[in-house]
């Protein structure tokens, strides 16, 4: 069936660290991908998207791009903030007749300074 | 605009006992979510509703029973309450674009 794998955590950084979290997934058809960030005490949040293979999602400087040939999504980040420390969750967009959405487990950051 | 908003944020209930947990939105989107997430689980969808008086069971649907009479509104109800339901629980909306959900604060359950 349809699936998310993220790297587990949790991930200690130190500020101005280079961040990736790794996401693979198996799918039929060709969904959307998502990062969504949970802050602590917080409903989750959008953080970027990506519709179809080659398409690159960002926002507040992390990225990541939709790579059909290796069904994987990687989070990146140059440079992480103490701001930054969430929880990550990957996701795959389903065209169902609910617009179903699968999550990852989600992988926990800690970025200290 | 408030987005996604539930009530209560904290709740502790008895074995046996039964609540209800309110969603509204104010986007006039015409799907909702439950979900709840649990420790190393990710978020597991509950129930769902694709537009005013429709439902619909999810993956983990036993022991909760839903409602959407009004379409901003969509109802979480547990009938009697068992420690297995301990959890945060998160209400969700779309549009119905194949975009993505928007997700309110959640609502922490502690059953004893």
């Known amino acids: 069936g349809d699936s998310v794998t993220q790297m587990e955590g949790p991930v200690t950084l130190s500020e101005e660290a280079f961040l990736t979290i790794n996401c693979t997934y198996t799918a039929t058809g060709y969904p959307s991908l998502f990062w969504y960030v949970q802050y602590p005490g917080e409903g989750l949040q959008l953080l970027l998207k990506?519709?179809?293979?080659?398409d690159k999602g960002s926002n507040k400087g992390f990225e990541a791009t939709y790579r059909k040939e290796t069904t994987s999504f990687h989070l990146e980040k140059g440079s992480v903030q103490v701001s930054d420390s969430a929880v990550y969750f990957c996701a795959l967009g389903m065209k169902t007749s609910y617009d179903k959405v699968i999550f990852g487990p989600g992988t926990s950051l800690s970025v200290i300074p | 605009n408030a987005g996604v908003t539930q009530t209560p944020k904290f709740r502790v209930l008895k074995t046996g006992q039964s609540m209800t947990l309110l969603c509204a939105q104010d986007m006039n989107h015409e799907y909702m979510y439950w979900y709840r997430q649990d420790p190393g689980m990710g978020l597991r969808l509950i129930h769902y509703?694709?537009?005013?008086?429709?439902?619909a069971k999810g993956e983990v649907p036993d022991g909760y029973n839903v409602s959407r009479l009004k379409k901003q509104n969509f109802l979480l109800g547990l009938e009697s309450a068992a420690p297995s339901q301990t959890s945060v629980y998160f209400c969700?909306?779309?549009?119905?674009?194949?975009?993505?959900?928007?997700f309110g604060p959640g609502t922490r359950l502690t059953v004893t």
């Open positions: 969700a909306s779309s549009s119905g674009q194949g975009g993505e959900q928007y």
């Open positions: 990506a519709t179809k293979a080659d």
């Open positions: 509703s694709v537009g005013e008086g429709t439902t």
